[in-house]
């Protein structure tokens, strides 16, 4: 009798602890966004539909069981720089994690990012999964090459290079049509939910010739994980403070005038800009020159798509002030701007505008500025001829001129940390 009641008891308490622990589903999502592209567009494809149904999964699960972790899981395909590739990645992972945080109102907390670079493992999964021809011989090259081979502190060969030469590029060219796409900008998600404890109450009441009641109360707190496979681009990613750019007009490069340039990000969009140009070519005997040196300092405000991801980027508008001073002659009447003789002070045109332009990236470090300056100006110069081996002054005149002040193509070179940071619902990201 005592082994029989014993026997019921334990199948009761295995029976409650299977419906418990129940298993965790597995749910794969996917985002596309144009090639090379770093903003997330909701609207290329289908992508709206897809984010918004991640986000309601995770608010769905949310009813029922407490989020302990987002696990974001970053790569890319493996025909780009590694550096870059690797750069990719990051971005992604933290432009995954604001994503998120701006839909849910997550903490930092919640999220851990792990940044692959070149996705080998998926990869290498792919390839598993596939009736590819030389199939056996690419996995052997994916499971068995390093990264890279090195001798003697010598780079010898790599996993990349094998396969790029494996049946004369016709693997690495079936790869790259039919694997690499899916493996660009892509993330993979782990999300671990701790249940909210469940309490379930078992009563089992025997009758055989003695009355047994056994009540038993089961506590048991389980845990789902979902796995979610989401490919998207960073819209957001973390910064540091300091942001500075570097760069020269071409516009007065071609015309024989050497300038440099600086630039300060401010935040928010804002920066501090300041130019400097100085040109003294000279030829007495052909009564040639072409003296023109000056500056302006302006500031900036950065605006648009661009501007949300990367410094210096983008649309903008600003305000400035300039100085210059001037000496031209072509061989015959010359114009010499401000008092000869004096001081930058004394022969200075002096003038401020408001300027328009836009900036784009044509690489990681590299931006090509277009702006153009409409303002006004003002200053004294005077006209001089070249007679017996003098310079005979002329007139005096003032200039007053209202119009463009100021054009440039500038090649900018960005230092620092590029990338913009935002605040969300979440947090500091």
């Not at 308490?13 to 589903?25: I, R, V």
């Not at 839909?103 to 390839?127: C, H, N, Y």
């Not at 049946?167 to 993979?188: A, D, T």
């Amino acid at each position: 009798m005592k082994k029989f009641i014993f026997i019921i008891v334990l199948g009761c308490l295995a029976w409650g602890k299977s419906k418990a622990y129940e298993s965790g589903e597995r749910n794969r999502y996917r985002v596309y966004f144009p090639t090379a592209s770093i903003i997330l567009n909701p609207v290329f494809k289908e992508n709206k539909v897809t984010l918004d149904s991640l986000v309601i999964h995770i608010q769905n699960k949310q009813k029922n069981a407490k989020l302990r972790r987002i696990r974001i899981t970053s790569g890319a395909s493996p025909e780009g720089r590694t550096s870059h590739n690797k750069w990719l990645s990051q971005n992604r992972g933290e432009s995954l994690q604001a994503y998120l945080q701006e839909k849910l109102a997550l903490p930092d907390s919640s999220f851990t990012i792990e940044s692959r670079g070149q996705d080998w493992e998926e990869l290498t999964q792919m390839v598993e999964l596939s009736n590819m021809t030389h199939r056996n011989e690419a996995l052997r090259i994916l499971r068995e090459t390093p990264e890279w081979v090195v001798r003697n502190g010598v780079v010898q060969d790599s996993r990349k290079r094998q396969l790029m030469r494996l049946k004369g590029g016709s693997v690495w060219q079936y790869m790259l049509h039919n694997f690499f796409p899916e493996l660009r900008n892509s993330s993979i998600i782990d999300c671990e939910f701790d249940s909210i404890p469940v309490v379930r109450k078992d009563t089992l009441i025997l009758e055989k010739t003695d009355t047994v009641v056994l009540r038993d109360t089961i506590r048991i707190t389980e845990t789902v994980r979902d796995t979610i496979i989401i490919k998207t681009e960073p819209t957001v990613v973390k910064e540091r403070n300091f942001g500075m750019a570097v760069k020269s007009n071409l516009l007065y490069d071609a015309c024989l005038i050497p300038n440099i340039g600086a630039e300060f990000y401010l935040g928010k969009g804002w920066s501090l800009n300041a130019d400097w140009m100085y040109s003294w070519w000279k030829n007495d005997r052909r009564h040639l020159y072409w003296r023109i040196y000056g500056g302006d300092l302006g500031i900036r405000k950065y605006f648009g798509k661009s501007a949300q991801t990367r410094k210096f980027t983008g649309h903008h508008i600003g305000i400035y002030g300039q100085v210059l001073t001037y000496d031209f002659e072509l061989g015959g009447r010359g114009y010499i701007g401000g008092i000869p003789g004096g001081s930058i002070f004394d022969k200075a045109h002096y003038g401020g505008g408001l300027e328009y332009g836009y900036s784009k990236a044509i690489s990681r470090r590299l931006n090509l500025d277009f702006s153009l300056g409409v303002g006004y100006l003002e200053g004294v110069y005077y006209e001089y001829l070249p007679i017996d081996d003098h310079y005979v002054w002329q007139a005096t005149k003032k200039q007053q001129w209202i119009g463009p002040t100021k054009a440039e193509i500038t090649l900018v070179w960005l230092l620092g940390n590029t990338k913009i940071n935002r605040r969300t619902k979440g947090g500091k990201q």
